[in-house]
Each structure stands twice: as structure tokens, then as C-alpha cells.
């Protein structure tokens, strides 16, 4: 099962841009789902994530207020619109699924995810 982020491109500061992941294959409405993100030269990060049926979230403290995670789970397809950008939050964003269901912390782990997806670039420029 490989997981398809799409969405992202080149916005200036202070845009939006929706990334989504679309999850073939899989059985979406039973997996949470985390977004992270990988910048040239340093480690792979988390951003936010959700658990099965959409009522638990979890941010970066770098997201919150700006992000917002969602899932469809009739289209088997997750969300992360991203407002306010800033040139740091330039990266490859990839998206994951895990079997477990996840709280607080937890959704930050990256070997806590089963699948992953290719990853999508977004560029913010100043």
C-alpha cells in the first residue's frame, strides 16, 4: 500500500495551499493518519494528525492555529489545509497511516506508521 499526497506547488508568504492523500488500497476509515514534513538537511518532522473517526486531532506546536487536518472517510482521502504559510514551513509533506489509534505524543513517532506516502513539494517564498 503506498499512500498519494498531491496538492502542493509554489505559493508566496501568506498563502494557502490544500495538500491531500488519497489511500488506495487501504481500509481508510480504520487508520489514523499523520502528516509530516522533511526540509533540505534535516530531519523528517511531524505535523498533525488524526485519529480513525476525525474527532481526535494533534498539532506540531509549528501548526496549530494555521493548519488544519481533516479526513473523508466516504472518499478514503485525508486533508491538511495550511494557512498563513511561511518560507519555513517549505518541504517535502508526506502523509502516513497507522493500524493503531493515537494520543498526544504518539502521533508524533514516525516508526509508529505503517504506510507512507511519496510526499509533496511545497515551496513558500518571502
Known amino acids: 500500500v503506498q499512500l498519494q499526497a498531491s496538492g502542493g506547488g509554489l505559493v508566496q508568504a501568506g498563502g494557502s495551499l490544500r495538500l491531500s492523500c488519497a489511500t488506495p488500497g487501504l481500509t481508510f476509515s480504520r487508520h489514523t493518519i499523520g502528516w509530516f514534513r522533511q526540509a533540505p538537511g534535516k530531519e523528517r518532522e511531524f505535523v498533525a494528525g488524526i485519529n480513525w473517526g476525525g474527532a481526535t486531532t494533534h498539532y506540531a506546536d509549528s501548526a496549530k492555529g494555521r493548519f488544519a487536518i481533516s479526513r473523508d472517510n466516504a472518499k478514503n482521502t485525508a486533508y491538511l489545509q495550511m494557512n498563513s504559510l511561511k518560507p519555513d514551513d517549505t518541504a517535502i509533506y508526506y502523509c502516513?497511516?497507522?493500524?493503531?489509534?493515537?494520543?498526544?505524543?504518539?502521533?508524533?513517532?514516525?516508526?509508529?506508521?505503517?504506510?507512507w506516502g511519496q510526499g509533496t513539494q511545497v515551496t513558500v517564498s518571502s
Open positions: 502516513a497511516a497507522a493500524t493503531n489509534r493515537k494520543v498526544g505524543a504518539a502521533f508524533r513517532v514516525t516508526t509508529g506508521y505503517d504506510y
